[in-house]
């Protein structure tokens, strides 16, 4: 069978929350289990959240970005190394996407670049409406400073932890609950899933009551149907939910599932020239997807050639997010950084890290990549 990246993974009680939402006939957008979800996954991250289920993470990026006020023209410094869902939102709201790249260090968005970036833009009199740092393959960006920096420029930070569900920054606090706004994914390539989904989340009760406003087509309060702005259709199903709340009862689970999968990763690739993407001190990834990096000049083989050869037997493996700023898409758009994040894509791949991964299927994987190494 096709060893996969990280495909759904099950808890079993999935169905019987399904058929809780079918027997009292809430399968419209919203019922008694998007309720329970929402309070499942504020309990699960503490910290006084609010959140809203919403039909995508870019969904819940939308809202969040028109929420922090982001319109036409704004700048939006985002992280480039990232999905495109996490960037799309930009663009519907006519604002303008300028690209940060990583930290060698960590993976992740190159803090010293953004307090740079800002010390320029202050004094040019062009700060930017908003920063959206991305938590990449399961690990947190550095929070605390970007936190400090959004608010001495009084400028919104809005945190994409759509990778990062069940991961911890060194402070304690869940990934998730950052910044102004977080927002989260379960599509179904995620930690847990609800088949699609994502969901806002704020310590703003405020901003979560406008959130709801919006992605349930901004209707006024009124007997009729009014409307004094435009909204959308983004509230996540109920039936979605329901699967939601099958899902968390295992997130702890799948974390550890991951994290050991990790673990066996580091233990068997040990080669001069293959890179694991670094955990801080104090940190603790999900490692939603495990990520390596494949110096050709030390291994004497490609990513590619890894990749490749993995897919010849029916494993799937996969390239690092290309950058941002080098998607035909965004030709000309502000990066600032030193291509980290292009050398990483030219040479990391994304190992199947599923947690209904046997070990055995993990064997395959790690001996098919050790006889490649062993025959360059």
């Known amino acids: 069978m096709r060893i996969w990246l990280s495909r759904p993974h099950m808890s079993g009680r999935e169905k019987a929350y399904i058929d809780e939402a079918f027997a009292c006939n809430f399968v419209a957008p919203v ?70 790249d990583l930290d060698p260090e960590t993976w992740t968005v190159d803090v010293e670049l953004i307090r740079n970036a800002f010390a320029v833009a202050a004094r040019e009199g062009r700060l930017p409406k908003a920063i959206v740092p991305t938590d990449l393959y399961g690990q947190s960006v ?44 379960f599509n179904g390539n995620k930690i847990i899933t609800t088949s699609g989904g994502g969901m806002l989340v704020t310590r703003s009760a405020e901003i979560a009551d406008r959130a709801r406003f919006f992605a349930t087509q901004a209707r006024d309060p009124a007997p009729h149907y009014e409307h004094s702005a435009f909204g959308f259709n983004y509230r996540l199903s109920n039936v979605c939910a329901a699967i939601g709340l099958g899902q968390m009862e295992v997130l702890n689970d799948r974390v550890e599932r991951r994290r050991k999968i990790n673990r066996r990763y580091r233990e068997a690739l040990r080669h001069p020239g293959i890179r694991f993407m670094p955990e801080p001190d104090g940190y603790n990834s999900s490692f939603w997807l495990t990520a390596v990096s494949v110096d050709p000049d030390l291994c004497g083989i490609t ?31 502000r990066y600032i950084g030193n291509m980290v994040d292009e050398d990483l894509f030219s040479t990391g791949l994304c190992l199947p890290s599923g947690s209904d991964m046997s070990e055995t299927e993990q064997d395959e994987v790690v001996g098919r990549i050790n006889a490649l190494l062993a025959a360059a």
């Open 303 to 333: 990513r590619e050639a890894i990749r490749e050869t993995l897919l010849e037997h029916d494993i799937e493996a996969r390239p690092l997010w290309k950058p941002m700023h080098m998607q035909p898409l965004f030709a000309g758009s």
């Open 142 to 185: 550095d929070l605390a400073p970007l936190e400090a920096l959004a608010e001495d420029y009084g400028v919104k930070l809005v945190v994409d932890s759509a990778e990062s569900l069940g991961a911890e920054y060194k402070d304690g606090r869940k990934c998730g609950t950052g910044g102004d706004i977080a927002i989260l994914s």
């Open 31 to 100: 019922g008694p289990q998007l309720n329970a979800f929402e309070d499942a996954v504020a309990d699960y991250l503490g910290g006084n959240v609010h959140c809203v289920a919403l039909a995508s993470g870019s969904a819940a990026l939308h809202l969040a970005l028109k929420l922090a006020g982001v319109t036409d023209g704004d700048e939006v410094w985002i992280s480039s190394m990232t999905f495109a869902g996490g960037v799309f939102p930009v663009l519907y709201l006519g604002a303008k996407p300028v690209f940060f």
